[in-house]
């Protein structure tokens, strides 16, 4: 789709409205989605977040089976995708939200995220001056191969395998959900029937779990549609409650098609960076002789706004107007003991998210979505930093997982 370069102006900023709506309406924070998970087992955001990406797969797979898409999240692919997202998971938990998380709360008036973010910004600053050493010492040792997706790897339109990965998903999590209500013990456990008790010891355990979960998954969507088709309330009621985190995620998938169709994978820390160098050459920093900013980000184009940067801006200024209409806006200030959260973890965030590169949007939501062998292994480093900074954070009081 080609637009008129006011019309992609126009795109950008409702882009960037909708998704800090969303964000901002279900509180969808990949931090809260995997450290709550890991603590608690609490699966509120998770849920969201699995919805996305399997309504995502979907669309995206069809898109580029079709032509309908400007090109795919594939950065070349090695041990510095998992590192980076390592380093990215652990300074995202350590801060309190991910690259999105980040920007919604910012909008909603909290000075720690306006803290987070500004270190964000010092550490793409230190990582672009960084860069052509980085360039030899751990990006070239550490490449494996060049960008990829499993979508043109398979021998049959994307759109079948996107079809394949969504099942997977959608199995993989009824398994995991219907193991968690099977007993450790065949004898053990009074939540569960006697007849599921007993197939708990026989072979078929797997069946048995898998089932439960496809029944408890089939049975929260209809107890779902059915509370919001019940829902009596004004519609201006509705929407200044709180969103179901299962929407948001929906919506989050659909706005960031049109995205993926206009012009390319949703993503959020690449274009903070290009924020980064911007304000720089404003306060008189010869920013275009900076390989990585001249070259890389901006690609020989000028230092100048995007369309990326102008819907990166938008997400905050979306979060802000949900905030106000639904009253939950105001300014909140950090305690004074917190502070290394954000200033540590901001770091951690903008070194990691460029390491990598890419945040937890361009990489879970946006690179799983389409299969880059890349996002796949960033995707996984930001998961296990997440755990295992959630274990430290929690190291008192314990884990669930």
């Keep these: 789709m080609t637009l008129s370069p006011l019309g992609y102006i126009a795109l950008s900023i409702g882009v960037g409205l909708a998704f800090g709506v969303l964000l901002q309406k279900a509180r969808f924070c990949f931090v809260s989605a995997f450290r709550d998970f890991v603590a608690f087992k609490d699966t509120r955001v998770l849920k969201g977040v699995l919805a996305g990406v399997v309504v995502m797969t979907l669309f995206w797979s069809l898109q580029a089976t079709l032509g309908y898409f400007r090109g795919f999240w594939t950065p070349p692919w090695g041990l510095a995708s ?69 979508y043109l790897a398979l021998p049959w339109p994307p759109a079948v395998t996107g079809v394949l990965v969504a099942a997977a998903i959608v199995l993989l999590y009824a398994f995991v959900r219907g193991r968690a ?10 939540d569960v ?35 919001v ?16 985190a299962r929407a948001a995620g929906v919506g989050l998938a659909l706005v960031a098609s049109l995205w993926f169709w206009v012009y390319g994978a949703w ?67 950090p305690k004074r003991e917190r502070l290394a959260n954000p200033i540590v973890g901001g ?31 960033a995707g996984a480093g930001i998961v296990l930093g997440t755990y295992v900074m959630t274990h430290w954070l929690y190291r008192e009081v314990g884990c669930a997982i």
């Design 347 to 377: 770091l951690l965030m903008g070194v990691g998210s460029r390491l990598a590169p890419g945040c937890n949007i361009a990489n879970l939501f946006s690179g799983v979505a389409l299969l880059s062998v890349h996002s796949i292994l």
């Design 82 to 150: 998992l590192f980076g997202g390592f380093v990215f998971g652990v300074g995202m938990t350590m801060a309190g939200g991910c690259a999105s998380g980040t920007l919604y709360r910012a909008g909603q008036g909290y000075v720690q995220f306006w803290i987070t973010l500004l270190f964000m910004g010092i550490g793409y600053v230190l990582f672009a001056f960084a860069f052509p050493t980085l360039r030899s010492v751990y990006f070239e040792p550490l490449r494996f191969g060049e960008g990829a997706t499993l």
């Design 229 to 244: 088709r019940s829902d009596d309330r004004p519609v201006s009621a509705r929407l200044r409650d709180s969103w179901d």
């Design 193 to 227: 029937a006697a007849d599921t008790r007993a197939q708990a010891a026989a072979p078929g355990r797997s069946i048995t779990a898998l089932s439960l979960g496809l029944r408890e998954l089939a049975h929260g969507t209809r107890d779902y549609v059915e509370a």
């Design 267 to 333: 993503a959020i820390t690449g274009s903070e960076a290009k924020w980064a160098g911007w304000l720089l050459s404003r306060a008189g920093v010869d920013v275009g002789n900076v390989e990585y900013w001249g070259s890389v980000l901006f690609r020989g184009g000028g230092i100048s706004v995007t369309v990326d940067m102008l819907m990166v801006l938008s997400v905050v200024v979306g979060s802000f107007l949900a905030a106000r209409a639904s009253g939950d806006f105001r300014i909140r200030w």
């Design 181 to 190: 209500r099977l007993p450790e013990e065949p004898r053990g456990g009074t």
